[in-house]
């Protein structure tokens, strides 16, 4: 069984410390290069290797990430 | 499948728990605290006690917490909200109640109040975030800093003649028979993160069982007191604060049961 997920980031309110980015397992998680209305780079899904562990909203300190996961 | 396809309402596996209001943190970026924070929710709301919890804040930065869960609060005097949950518990024995404190406030000016608390064994939790710093006022040296730690104080490193030695305070308040849960957690990574919330829900169950204070101890990081980024700050917080803090449970009085 394998599983494939997708994360939702609050980007207005992600602080862009990249904690999230430190703790996913398959590397889907980047700092963006565009900044939100208080000129942090939040984070952002990227590739679609995300298998959706919850890794990066658990250690997320602003509670920004909503994740999503099917069986496949 | 395509990205769009699985973000649909049934395919949520996690999301912020309801308990955590809508407003954006006052803490730096990377804090642990609001990690802390969205574990306590997280265990309120699992556990269905919302109506039934009382939180007591401290001095310090996270004397906000009140904005930050959506739970009865109380805000203590610098130090004393032990005191102040002494009260709250005694006088209304069926709530859960917990304080939130850091180091500066707790090991420091509070020291009188928590040991007191332990001593007289109140049935409450205690939540204690140990970072080794002042972090509100500016990064000064708090009773736990490590030796040689640079604070804003102790700009060429902490220095026991001068100084004195960092308190470990769990391992003090283990020998008092008023504690029943005493354990030392931190929340830098997923695996941490989960057991630091496995140890407050513990906690939160002690303290309904009338054996004593359950004392949960986060080691943290402070990265803008310690000059650090976020994740430089957590690898800084694993090389030199666990070894003076380790984790693990210190003291678990229910454990052979």
């Known amino acids: 069984m394998a599983f494939k997920g997708a994360i939702e980031v609050d980007t207005q309110k992600c602080k862009g410390c990249s ?3 430190e703790n996913c397992p398959t590397k889907s998680i980047q700092l963006s290069k565009l900044v939100n209305s208080k000129g942090y780079h939040y984070a952002e899904m990227v590739g679609d290797a995300c298998i959706g562990c919850s890794n990066c909203a658990i250690v997320c300190p602003d509670s920004v990430i909503t994740v999503y996961r099917v069986k496949i | 499948m395509n990205i769009e396809d699985i973000k649909k309402p049934e395919n949520i596996v996690y999301k912020k728990t309801p308990i955590l209001t809508d407003n954006v943190m006052h803490y730096c970026p990377g804090c642990s605290h609001g990690t802390v924070h969205k574990l306590v929710a997280e265990v309120i709301e699992e556990m269905g006690i919302q109506e039934e919890v009382i939180g007591v804040s401290p001095v310090g930065c996270s004397v906000f917490a009140y904005n930050y869960l959506n739970i009865d609060w ?42 007191h608390a ?14 080794g710093i002042y972090g509100m006022t500016g990064g000064q040296m708090a009773p736990t800093t490590l030796l040689g730690m640079k604070t804003s104080t102790t ?24 504690t029943a849960f005493i354990t030392r957690q931190s929340v830098h990574t997923a695996v941490a993160a989960r057991k630091a919330k496995a140890a407050i829900r513990k906690a939160f169950e002690y303290s309904q069982k009338g054996i004593g204070l359950s004392f949960v101890e986060i080691v943290s990081t402070c990265n803008s007191g310690w000059k650090l980024s976020p994740t430089a700050a957590n690898k800084w917080m694993v090389e030199n604060m666990f070894p003076k803090y380790p984790l693990g449970d210190i003291k678990d009085v229910l454990k052979n049961e």
């Open chain 1, 19 to 21: 904690v999230c980015v």
């Open chain 2, 74 to 115: 109380q805000q203590a005097a610098h130090g004393r909200a032990p005191a102040l949950a002494t009260a709250a518990k005694r006088l209304m024995p069926e709530k859960y109640v917990f304080t939130y404190q850091g180091d500066g406030d707790l090991a420091s000016i509070g020291t009188a109040e928590i040991i």
């Open chain 2, 118 to 131: 332990c001593s007289r064994g109140e049935n409450i939790v205690v939540i204690f975030i140990n970072n």
């Open chain 2, 155 to 178: 700009p060429y490193g902490r220095d026991a003649k001068l100084n004195g030695f960092p308190l470990v305070l769990a391992p003090m308040i283990a020998q008092l028979d008023g």
